[in-house]
C-alpha cells in the first residue's frame, strides 16, 4: 500500500465534473467555499471510473458535523457509531456526507481484536486505508478534477479485481462482514478476487456466524436484489460463505451427486431466475417481490431434500402436518440466523405448502376450480411459476407481475401524497362559542 497518495491527473483518468450528480456538486463547491475540503468517495468514485452510474453520490470531508449542520441547514444528523450528516434535497434525494475518520481503531498491528466503540477524525491517508476494499477507497476533488489513491485501488479497477485493503485475514477477523461485500462486489462487477484475499475469505467464512444476524439478513437481501444473485451465489459456495448463511445446505450439497436431485444446480437456475425477474420489474416500474417470497425460493431445494416436499403427494392432515414441521425448522435455524419476523416465515411456510399444492393439483388446462378459488392461489400462483422457470427454463408472463401503473394513476397518488387530509368531522368536545374550554362554558 502508498505511504503517500497518488495524484493521478484529470488527463489520466475518465471522471469529470459533468459525470457528476448535480446536486453533489453544489455540496462539494459549497464546502470548497466554506474552506473546507471535499471529496467524491466510495462506490461514486469507483462507478463514474467503470463508466456506469452511480446509485450514490457519498461525499467525505475535513468538516466536522456541526460545522456541517450550520453549513447545510436541510440537513440531519445519524448514526451511534460515527456521526454521518445526511443533506436532503428535492424530490426525496439524501446526500450523505462523513467525516474523514482515522485508522485508531483499525491500526492492523493494534492488539484490538474487534471494532472499537467509537471512531475518531482522522486524514485522507487513514480514511482511506480504514476502508474494506481498495477500489472503493479512491477520492475524487472537483478543484482540479484529480483522483487520489492511497491503496492502489486505481491499479486494482484497471485490471479488475477485488483485494481487501490491509492484511486480509486481520481486517476480516475485525468485521467478518467484509467477505460478504467482497464478493458482492465481485459478482456485480465481473471482478477477479485477488489470492490473498480469496485465501482469507475460504479461511475464515466461519467467522460470519459471529455477526448480528440482522446485519447478516441485511446484507443478505443486497444480494438477493443485486441484480447479480447467480454470480454472488457461485462465489458465496465456492468459498463457504453461503453455508455460514444456510448452514443446513453443508449436509445436503455433500449427499446429492445426480444432476435431478442437485440442489446447488436448482438453486443456480433460482438465482438466475431472480436476476431475470427483478431486472424485468425494474425496467417495466413494478416492485420487486418482497423478501420473504425471494428467501422462500432459497428455501425450496432444502424442503424438497430434507421433507421431500415436491416428490411425494399429500393432501389433508398430513400435508398440515408437513407445514408445522417445516415451521418448526424454520424457527430452529434461519429464523434466528437471520433474524426473521414470524410474520415472515409464516408467509415463506405457506408458499412451500401452496407450491406442492400447485404442482400435484396441476392439470393439462390449468387447475382445479377448488384450489382457484383459494385465498393463496394467486400469490402461490406467482411462485409456481418463478419455481417452473428455474427449473424448466420456461417463459415467465411478466403479466403476472402486474401491470405499470399508468399516467393516471401516478398523478392521482401523487396528488394524494401531497395533499393534507382533512378531518371528517369535527371532536365532539369543540365549540364555535366564545369562552368554552372543551365545550364546556366557563
Known sequence: MLCTGRIIPAESHPITPKMIDRDALYVLRKLNDAGFAGYLVGGGVRDLYLGKTPKDFDISTDARPG??????????TIGRRFRLVQIFFRGGKTIEISTLRSLSEHDL?????????????????????????TINSLFYEIENNTIIDYVDGSLDLDQGIIRIVGEPAKRIGRDPVRMMRAIRHAARINFTIEDQTWKALCD????????????????????????ATAPWFELAVDSGLFFALFP???????????????????????CRTIDRINTLSLSLKIHRQPDFFLIGLFLIPWAEARFQLISVFRKGAPLFQLSKIIRDEIDRTIGIELNLRRSLRQEMVSLLINLSQLIHNKQQHGWPKWLKKKSYFKKSTLFYHFYMAATTGESFDHMLLGTPPTKHAKEVAKKNDTKPSKPKSRPAFSTKSKGGIFGFKK
Open 67 to 76: 460545522q456541517l449542520r450550520k453549513l447545510f441547514p436541510n440537513s440531519n
Open 109 to 133: 498491528d493494534g492488539p484490538e481484536a474487534v471494532l472499537a466503540p467509537n471512531n475518531t477524525f482522522g486524514t485522507l491517508s487513514e480514511d482511506a486505508r480504514r476502508r474494506d476494499l
Open 204 to 227: 475464515n467464512s466461519h467467522k460470519l456466524s459471529l455477526c448480528p444476524p440482522s446485519r447478516l439478513r441485511d446484507e443478505f437481501l443486497k444480494d438477493l436484489y443485486s441484480g
Open 248 to 270: 443446513f445446505y453443508r449436509k445436503i450439497f455433500a449427499s446429492n451427486s445426480a444432476p435431478a436431485e442437485n440442489p446447488r444446480e436448482l438453486l443456480t437456475g433460482i
